[in-house]
């Protein structure tokens, strides 16, 4: 069973910065795609970023690019997002999750990821 536990949210002013942390265990991740989404109160998930798990391919939200980073760690089984010059509409939980396919066509859609991290929050004060 794949579990994903995710770290790092907090309280942030706009223009800071927070790093999340995704821990992943209990399965060999090499075929896998991972994904960062986030969810504000009274509105849809959204897809933020995605990695494969080799590293080498990332994909960003039109909202988020040049402001957040994925990334991996090459020895473990954390996937790491930066998050710079945080806006208040930043303020979400963001979850983690795995693709275990692989379908990296996908990576920018919910319906993809089998399994799903508890969420974190982040919270960005104006």
């Known amino acids: 069973q794949v579990q994903l536990v995710e770290s790092g949210g907090g309280l942030v002013q706009a223009g800071g910065s927070l790093r999340l942390s995704c821990e992943a265990s209990g399965r060999t991740f090499s075929t896998y795609s991972m994904g960062w989404f986030r969810q504000a109160p009274g509105k849809e998930r959204e897809f933020v970023s995605a990695?494969?798990?080799?590293?080498?391919?990332?994909y960003y939200a039109d909202s988020v690019k040049g402001r957040f980073t994925i990334s991996k760690d090459n020895a473990g089984n954390t996937v790491y997002m930066q998050m710079n010059s945080l806006r208040p509409e930043d303020t979400a939980i963001y979850y983690c999750?795995?693709?275990?396919?692989?379908?990296?066509?996908?990576?920018?859609?919910?319906?993809?990821?089998?399994?799903w991290g508890q969420g974190t929050q982040v919270t960005v004060s104006s």
């Open positions: 999750a795995a693709d275990p396919n692989g379908t990296w066509y996908l990576s920018a859609l919910a319906y993809a990821y089998d399994y």
């Open positions: 990695i494969r798990w080799s590293g080498v391919g990332t």
